[in-house]
């Protein structure tokens, strides 16, 4: 059993009263009692051990009794641009992209967007919380404030872009793309991002590439049949992660 706490929280090591909604669900769902132990971490990269010292009135009290060695997180510092997406469908990558890694969600906002506004940032933050106790990891990823297109590339970086942008009307196979990169950087620090942008449903215009291209990105394909815009994040983090890992 696996729960985030807040770092300032954690700092206290005794008498950690959980919110609301974790003693819910320790109590109700779990159904565990004082003298349990659980896993915690802090959403920065630290797990812990930690004993429930005392459940009253609904609350949840829990003492840190140590650290957890953790080698769950990638070397590797991937950022997903996304355009936004409709319904569940934007939860959904929210979910199996934390899953698979990620460090980083920043929901975009492009010309074929059938979302153009959302107030369900805080919504996708809770969505990648839940993922990442679930999954094992120990870094929450950040999901950002939607962003224009043309402005992505000036908020989030001032130099040129180390990614892929993917287009089902075309671009080098992935495997060409991985090289493409390899051989343009070291990647030797991991912090060094590595963009990986998704369109819409609609997909993204000829512009929106170009321009994208123009800041460093690689446009690069999933092959011939042309997937679901969910999926095609989903596919998109795996293949990049699993092929960069390897050869890094």
């Given amino acids: 059993?696996?729960?985030?706490?807040?770092?300032?929280?954690?700092?206290?090591?005794?008498?950690?009263?959980?919110?609301?909604?974790?003693?819910?669900?320790?109590?109700?769902?779990?159904?565990?009692?004082?003298?349990?132990?659980?896993?915690?971490?802090?959403?920065?990269?630290?797990?812990?051990?930690?004993?429930?010292?005392?459940?009253?009135?609904?609350?949840?009290?829990?003492?840190?009794?140590?650290?957890?060695?953790?080698?769950?997180?990638?070397?590797?510092?991937?950022?997903?641009?996304?355009?936004?997406?409709?319904?569940?469908?934007?939860?959904?990558?929210?979910?199996?992209?934390?899953?698979?890694?990620?460090k980083e969600i920043i929901p975009v906002i492009t010309e074929?967007?059938?979302?153009?506004?959302?107030?369900?940032?805080?919504?996708?933050?809770?969505?990648?919380?839940?993922?990442?106790?679930?999954?094992?990891?120990?870094?929450?990823?950040?999901?950002?404030?939607?962003?224009?297109?043309?402005s992505l590339f000036t908020v989030y970086c001032s130099q040129q872009m180390d990614g892929f942008i993917f287009w089902e009307e075309g671009g080098l196979p992935l495997k060409d793309a991985i090289q493409r990169l390899l051989s343009s950087t070291t990647l030797h620090h991991p912090n060094t991002p590595i963009f990986i942008f998704i369109g819409p449903e609609g997909g993204l215009t000829f512009e929106e590439v170009q321009l994208a291209e123009k800041h460093g990105l690689i446009r690069t394909t999933l092959g011939k049949r042309i997937l679901r815009a969910e999926t095609a994040a989903i596919v998109s983090v795996a293949f990049v992660q699993f092929l960069l890992e390897e050869r890094h």
């Fill in 1 to 102: 059993m696996r729960i985030f706490i807040h770092p300032k929280d954690i700092e206290k090591k005794e008498g950690i009263k959980l919110n609301e909604d974790k003693s819910h669900y320790l109590i109700s769902v779990v159904r565990l009692k004082k003298g349990d132990t659980i896993e915690i971490i802090d959403g920065k990269g630290k797990a812990y051990e930690a004993k429930i010292s005392e459940i009253s009135k609904g609350n949840v009290f829990v003492n840190i009794i140590s650290e957890i060695p953790s080698d769950i997180e990638s070397d590797l510092n991937f950022i997903l641009c996304q355009s936004i997406l409709k319904g569940e469908k934007m939860d959904i990558v929210i979910q199996k992209t934390t899953e698979l890694g990620v």
């Fill in 112 to 150: 074929r967007c059938l979302v153009k506004k959302t107030r369900k940032i805080k919504r996708w933050q809770k969505i990648a919380e839940e993922s990442v106790e679930q999954c094992g990891r120990t870094v929450i990823p950040t999901v950002h404030e939607p962003v224009q297109f043309g």
